[in-house]
């Protein structure tokens, strides 16, 4: 809501009655800590695997708050799960509540709008994960030249082949 009266309005609209809140200041607005894309990561698995065992979508982040130990995704599973009664999709209420890679975020529009989100929620923590995984991993290079078995130099490259590489013969 963009003011108090706003969000009153809203509110009662819901069937509820507003006892007291607290306006977050804009540097506040985000849960992220450093460090934290692990966390975010088995949020992405653990909501996967909840939807494709057919739990619903606000039920599995309610379940996922419900028994979370940390106190980190416990928060942003709360505003996300308050973003998501009040009518926000399941992309912008996670941009609003943590730091997520914004292709990650454009995948889960994508997901959400095609129908696939559980397919989608999995994807992200694959993809995730395998981002995790290549930051300790050798550089491509590095791994094919160890998967060489002989010691034989690379040919060379010769200024022809090089001109016809580059579309310019």
Do not use: C
Not at 27 to 39: C, D, I, N, S, V
């Amino acid at each position: 809501a963009d003011s108090v009266d706003e969000l009153k309005k809203k509110i009662k609209e819901s069937g509820y009655l507003l006892a007291s809140f607290k306006e977050i200041a804009d540097k506040e607005k985000k849960t992220f800590l450093p460090g934290r894309g692990k966390e975010i990561r088995l949020l992405f698995k653990e909501l996967s695997n909840l939807l494709t065992g057919g739990v619903h979508l606000l039920e599995a982040l309610e379940l996922m708050h419900e028994n979370n130990k940390s106190k980190y995704l416990k928060t942003v599973l709360k505003n996300v799960i308050i973003r998501i009664k009040g009518g926000g999709s399941l992309t912008e209420s996670l941009k609003e509540a943590a730091k997520i890679p914004a292709i990650h975020l454009a995948m889960l529009q994508e997901g959400e709008q095609t129908g696939k989100i559980e397919q989608t929620v999995g994807q992200i923590a694959t993809a995730m994960e395998t981002e995790e995984a290549g930051e300790d991993a050798p550089a491509e290079d590095e791994a094919a030249s160890d998967e060489k078995s002989d010691d034989s130099p690379a040919p060379a490259k010769t200024k022809s082949s090089k001109w016809r590489a580059s579309g310019n013969s």
